[in-house]
């Protein structure tokens, strides 16, 4: 495997109109999850992708683990379990692509997941293990062991580890989270941030603060994601700002930091420059944008190549 990410995922029900959900009376089924979305658009890149979790055994349950097989992810280590309803969400879009989440996964199935079932031969012959701060806020007693077992795992075996805090302040406190995310950091080797998550975890938005802060952690490279702003790259000392691709259209921002968090993952691999890599996420996420739903708008690599001019930049 390429990348392999652990998380929960649910039916996303993506409203038809635009406005307060109270308002709205149709909504279009989805799958949604940022562990979920990460994977997806990894193995549209063409990486191969495994995906770790549980659903229920029931018929949302069936409908997301056939999404995610039909787009080439591996799931054979997400298990499907009686008793524990598949999760759902409901979301509110308003008019530029903003909006809310409305969140129904208590009892959820990835309550389920151990730490037993994080056996070493998950990430035989991986190179990449990315984890998020979602599925560590849905059961912090549990779930922060289940990924300190993956990371040590991972590890052992040489993986690179990519983390994207991912803050849902729905799920847990800055606090919580802070405590939690800043005792995994020195076990990461890629921070991947939305400058607002860096600020709950450096109590900065000073990118030249928030680097000296993570290389005292012994980070070695970290991103700050900051949407129509761009995003700014740190690595080994080197300081790259790369300005936001514009977005023919906002139709809807989620997973846009899903798209970047691939795309930027992809590019690694590759071994491209810092400069190359953010220049790719950044087009991702404004791809992303244009297209409703939480991962419909991840792109295919051949697309991602038309867009930035295949030729002049793989030789750049």
Not at 274 to 290: D, F, P, Q, Y
């Amino acid at each position: 495997m390429d990348v392999i990410t652990i998380g929960d995922a649910m039916v996303s029900m993506q409203p038809q109109t635009e406005g307060p959900m109270r308002f709205v009376n149709a909504f279009d089924r989805k799958a949604g999850g940022a562990e979920f979305n990460l994977a997806i658009g990894c193995a549209r890149l063409g990486l191969r992708t495994t995906w770790v979790s549980r659903l229920g055994n029931d018929e949302f349950g069936r409908f997301i683990r056939n999404f995610a097989r039909g787009e080439g992810v591996d799931t054979s280590e997400v298990k499907l379990v009686d008793g524990y309803p598949t999760s759902v969400q409901f979301k509110e879009v308003y008019e530029g692509g903003g909006g809310q989440t409305f969140y129904y996964r208590s009892n959820s199935p990835t309550s389920t997941l151990t730490e037993e079932a994080i056996s070493a031969s998950i990430f035989n012959g991986g190179q990449v293990l990315h984890i998020t701060g979602v599925f560590m806020a849905l059961d912090k007693k549990k779930n922060v062991p289940i990924i300190k077992k993956a990371i040590r795992h991972a590890k052992e075996q040489g993986l690179f580890i990519s983390l994207d805090p991912n803050i849902r302040l729905k799920l847990w406190e800055k606090e919580e989270a802070r405590e939690a995310l800043l005792d995994i950091l020195p076990e990461v080797d890629l921070l991947l941030a939305g400058v607002e998550e860096a600020e709950i975890l450096f109590n900065s938005v000073d990118p030249d603060i928030i680097f000296q802060k993570c290389r005292a952690l012994g980070l070695t490279s970290v991103v700050l994601k900051d949407g129509e702003n761009g995003s700014i790259g740190w690595e080994n000392g080197e300081t790259i700002i790369s300005p936001a691709v514009k977005a023919q259209k906002v139709v809807d921002t989620v997973g846009a930091g899903d798209g970047f968090d691939a795309g930027y993952l992809y590019s690694w691999l590759q071994g491209w420059t810092l400069e190359k890599r953010l220049h790719m996420a950044n087009t991702i996420g404004s791809m992303v944008v244009g297209v409703s739903g939480d991962n419909e708008g991840l792109p295919y690599l051949d697309e991602v190549l038309i867009q930035l001019g295949e030729k002049e930049f793989i030789e750049r």
